[in-house]
């Protein structure tokens, strides 16, 4: 079968923001104007179980009226095929907007229009800076009390450092929110009325003197300025093209495709970012976003091919998007229910037919595909091809885990991998019944190998089975729907933070394992230079031996016996990170020495040069943000001091005021109740994984301790 639709009618493109920005209320109005529902769910009313939003669907999402996984979704806009994916904002989950923004083509990014920039919504955006995903910016909820274009635009030019070219500026705000002014098409979008089926009234902007009355002078400002800003935004995008920008400049003329192609052209160079306004809920600007989409974020490949690596991860090449060529597929989520498993895969290259066999260059094992589907949110549709470009799904992967590269068995490469978030808290899990002990485990493993920023752990000396995650909502959550999608019960510890160890200080240490017992006795000697490196470089062995000192068979035991005694560092038994260790010399017996030897010498040479070397403790330190009404401000900095934290920042946002820091994720344990009863239950905070940094050395101690230890 020849391809049916041409690769530049695609569009691949999540939606990406902050918590409650309102993406998934925007994707719910996407469905409803291209045909692909006929009915729009309120993601609030949704509480009760009785109706769903299209991609909020899971149980968990519908109770707390929050996305927790991305679900993809497909429709048509103006014979454009558009394939989006709904992300979440949640910090937790941010696992799902990682794994979206590695294979999409093009963003989204959704604001508050009263919030503006938020914290997620610049993590979101260092993402998309990570994987080169050009984006658009669409200012939502500008029908809210306090909603602020002019804030939102200034966040983004400098919190995000974008070259935000406005194709739009809103008419009116908050309640008198009509539409907007499209700078780039010369008109104006009038809508009479909130309906979902209102029509709007297409103004040319020189006919906009007069005809409205606002409450707000700066909502009559934008009018007013309405030539000045059309102005400068045309000579930013037609700058992108010498002789269109010249000719403009001379004549004030210029052809409005020319002027499109520009705008395209800067968006997919990263260039520019175009900014449009709206309210989703209010059933304004979601057409106009859909033809921005269209126009401005490009088709598969538009932007470059995706990058080879070979096994250490060293670029050795691009793959260009093109039916014409070997396949190569990225699996990027992989979903388990009692029936099995759905993996998630966008194809770069060639064409993809059912019953095809496949290598996972990863992990260097065949797989065969028995189906394909097309998904719609939690709905499948068996398809015998995909193409390059296409998102879809295969069933019952035997091999594939999220992040692993398929190809054509004839011409295997690995695919550029994604990179997964830390997990920095953990939990104790105990089945809650004889029966769900035995099915525990299975279960962990299945939603473990779901979400790669889940791990999993035994402690050693309770044997307690344990989980860690990015926060507390997700190890709920986890648990949660191993009920739900599994139908195993457990029950689970108080949280705790996860801690790292790290050398001290250089050390160079000798090791000698001598046993002699009755007939071979036991000789094994090290000598290997530990080294504190910078931060997340993971450990790193150095094989020095020169001269045939240890024999060559003996060093990987040595190097193994170093990465699995690290698992376990001498202050508390948490993972020793971010150190170089140099095997430098050593010594051997021809009859008594072994692998094993070798083994059980380099553990103990880790353990006692760990020791030696004053270990520190390393704990998480998160970025939060706290938003409250400024008589509280007070309030809030006092106690993020009383928690080892630092404020960087503080301000207001439309009529709250916000404060920023940085504070240790053991001091943040019951934080929202905290701010609950400080505020009046009205403060709202978020917070975030920034990095690690050494527990000052005269509170290790206690803060163990505090934490359960
Ligand atoms: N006033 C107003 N409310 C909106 C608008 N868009 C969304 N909302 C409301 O904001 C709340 C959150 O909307 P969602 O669409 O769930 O937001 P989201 O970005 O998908 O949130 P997460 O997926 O949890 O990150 C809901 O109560 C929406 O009805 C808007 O344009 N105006
Ligand atoms: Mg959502």
Excluded at 149 to 173: D, M
Excluded at 195 to 213: C, M, N, V
Excluded at 320 to 335: H, N, Y
Aim: with cysteine; glycine share 8%.
């Amino acid at each position: 079968m020849a391809r049916q639709k041409d690769l530049k009618l695609y569009r691949n493109i999540g939606i990406i923001a902050h918590i409650d920005a309102g993406k998934t209320t925007t994707t719910e109005r996407i469905l409803y104007y291209t045909g692909r529902k006929h009915q729009i769910i309120e993601v609030h009313d949704t509480k009760d179980g009785k109706a769903s939003t299209t991609t909020d669907y899971l149980e968990q999402e519908r109770k707390r009226g929050i996305t927790i996984q991305s679900a993809a979704v497909s429709t048509e806009w103006n014979g454009f095929q558009i394939n989006l994916i709904d992300t979440p904002g949640h910090v937790d989950f941010t696992i799902e907007v990682n794994r979206s923004l590695r294979v999409l083509d093009g963003a989204v990014v959704v604001f508050d229009g009263v919030a503006g920039v938020e914290p997620q919504t610049e993590t979101n955006w260092r993402l998309a800076n990570q994987y080169n995903v050009p984006r658009l910016c669409y200012v939502n909820k500008m029908d809210r009390m306090g909603a602020n274009f002019a804030h939102c635009v200034k966040g983004i030019r400098e919190r995000l450092g974008a070259n935000a070219l406005l194709c739009q500026v809103p008419i009116g705000s908050q309640d008198e929110f009509v539409g907007m002014v499209d700078l780039i098409a010369g008109m104006a979008y009038v809508w009479s009325s909130d309906d979902k089926d209102a029509e709007w009234e297409s103004i040319p902007i020189d006919q906009l003197k007069g005809r409205f009355k606002f409450a707000l002078p700066t909502d009559a400002e934008w009018i007013d300025r309405v030539a000045e800003l059309r102005q400068e935004s045309l000579e930013t995008a037609l700058a992108l093209d010498d002789d269109a920008f010249l000719h403009f400049v001379e004549t004030g003329e210029f052809d409005p495709k020319v002027l499109k192609e520009c705008i395209r052209k800067g968006t997919v160079t990263f260039k520019l970012v175009p900014v449009l306004c709206g309210s989703s809920f209010k059933n304004k600007g979601v057409q106009q976003l859909l033809d921005a989409v269209v126009d401005y974020l490009p088709y598969p490949g538009e932007n470059g091919g995706i990058g080879l690596v070979d096994v250490d991860g060293h670029s050795v090449g691009v793959q260009e998007v093109s039916d014409d060529a070997p396949l190569r597929a990225l699996a990027f989520k992989v979903i388990n229910d009692q029936f099995g498993s759905l993996t998630f895969i966008r194809i770069y290259s060639g064409v993809l037919k059912k019953g095809d066999s496949l290598i996972n260059v990863t992990r260097s094992k065949k797989e065969r595909v028995g189906r394909i589907v097309e998904v719609q949110a939690n709905q499948t549709k068996d398809i015998d091809e995909a193409r390059a470009g296409d998102i879809c799904a295969l069933v019952s992967m035997r091999e594939t885990e999220t992040g692993d590269s398929l190809c054509d068995p004839d011409s295997p490469v690995l695919l550029e991998r994604m990179r997964f978030p830390d997990p920095v808290i953990s939990v104790a899990i105990e089945p809650k019944s004889r029966a769900d002990q035995d099915k525990l485990s299975a279960a962990i493993y299945k939603m473990v190998k779901a979400d790669p920023s889940l791990k999993l752990n035994v402690d050693h000396e309770t044997g307690q089975t344990v989980l860690r995650g990015m926060g507390e909502l997700h190890l709920e959550v986890t648990i949660d729907r191993m009920r739900t999608e599994l139908g195993v019960e457990a029950a689970m510890g108080k949280p705790k933070v996860s801690f790292r160890e790290a050398f001290g200080r250089v050390v160079e240490h000798t090791y000698t394992h001598k046993k002699q017992t009755g007939g071979s006795g036991q000789f094994a000697e090290v000598k290997i230079s530990f080294e504190p490196a910078e931060t997340g470089t993971g450990v790193e062995f150095i094989d020095e031996i020169v001269g045939g000192r240890i024999p060559r068979e003996f060093i990987p035991s040595v190097e193994h016996a170093i990465r699995t005694e690290s698992k376990s560092g001498q202050i508390s038994g948490y993972e020793v990170v971010d150190f170089k260790a140099r095997l430098l010399d050593g010594k051997f017996h021809d009859v008594d020495s072994s692998a094993l030897a070798f083994e059980i010498a380099g553990r103990a040479c880790f353990r006692e040069a760990h020791k030696m070397s004053k270990p520190k403790l390393l704990e998480p330190i998160m970025r939060i943000e706290v938003v409250v009404e400024s008589t509280y401000l007070g309030d809030v900095i006092g106690d993020i001091n009383r928690r080892r934290g630092q404020v960087t920042e503080q301000g207001t946002k439309g009529t709250s005021a916000f404060v920023q820091g940085y504070v240790p994720l053991a001091e943040m344990f019951g934080y929202i109740s905290f701010l609950r009863s400080a505020t009046s239950g009205r403060g709202t905070f978020t917070m975030e994984f920034d990095r690690y940094a050494e527990v000052p050395q005269g509170m290790v101690d206690s803060i163990l301790q505090k934490d359960g230890r």
